[in-house]
């Protein structure tokens, strides 16, 4: 699936089974809820916390999914070609640190 191709999946499975999209405020609010889910399960699997037993059925790979949808949401609601913004933005990346991270001692052994 492409990025274009998600984005009018999302529009259609709003349309159809959300009925409509929550506010733009709202959307954020549960984008960053979606973004700690993430965050918790990151920190247990790879960093120090430890699994509690309510943890066990968490799945990052849904939990990241649950993001990226919610993002997309977002993107639709105001008017955001996300294939588009991508290919600029890894542009600007790309022309911004040519040199950088090669340069970048703490990267390179």
């Not at 959300?18 to 993430?38: D, H, K, P, Q, W």
């Not at 790979?61 to 996300?82: H, P, S, W």
Request: proline letters at 1%.
């Amino acid at each position: 699936m492409t990025i274009n191709e998600a984005q009018e999946t999302v529009d259609q499975w709003i349309k159809t089974t959300g009925i409509r999209y929550f506010n733009e405020l709202t959307n954020t609010a549960i984008l960053m809820e979606e973004v700690g889910e993430v965050a918790r399960i990151m920190a247990r699997q790879y960093g120090e916390q430890s699994f509690k037993k309510s943890d066990e059925a968490v799945n990052l790979a849904d939990e990241m999914a649950d993001v990226m949808f919610v993002l997309i949401c977002l993107a639709n609601q105001t008017g955001i070609n996300l294939t588009e913004a991508f290919t600029k933005n890894l542009e600007k990346k790309s022309i911004r640190d040519a040199d950088r991270h090669r340069n970048n001692e703490k990267l390179n052994p």
